[in-house]
């Protein structure tokens, strides 16, 4: 297993853990937000486990599968991370369509509320690019 395979399991539980966020008691305030900074609904519980199982798929079948799935994810999270500081949600669980725009804000609750997005686009798109662990 390549290193890129191997991220792509860090991913599985790193996203599992996101959906799990709203049912595990005390992580979330009395307006359901978790830690107090974003709220995560039925649509982003199913988007997560939606790309973790995806990343599980692609960490199991092989090196360019992975890789793939880096690239196309990291675009994807990383893009919607930037995308929710100039609206105030994202476009991944659809947010935008069914929000009226909060306007473009980096206060630091915002910064929060995008950041695992980046993070995770981010290192993502990296990962993928720089085609990490390649076979020999």
Sequence with gaps: MTSMQKLCLAYVGALLIAAS??????????????????????????LHVASALWALVAALVSHRA????ML?????????GVFGFFTGYGYLDLGIFT??????????????????????GGIALWAGVRNIGRPA
């Design 72 to 80: 196309l994810f990291g675009l994807a999270y990383l893009g919607d």
């Design 99 to 120: 929000n009226a725009s909060e306007g473009m804000n980096l206060s630091l609750g915002r910064v929060l509320a995008n950041a695992p997005h980046l993070i995770l």
């Design 66 to 69: 992975a890789r793939m799935f």
């Design 21 to 46: 966020l709203n049912y595990v008691p005390g992580l979330t305030d009395a307006q359901g937000r978790a830690f107090g900074i974003f709220a995560l609904d039925i649509y982003d519980d199913a």
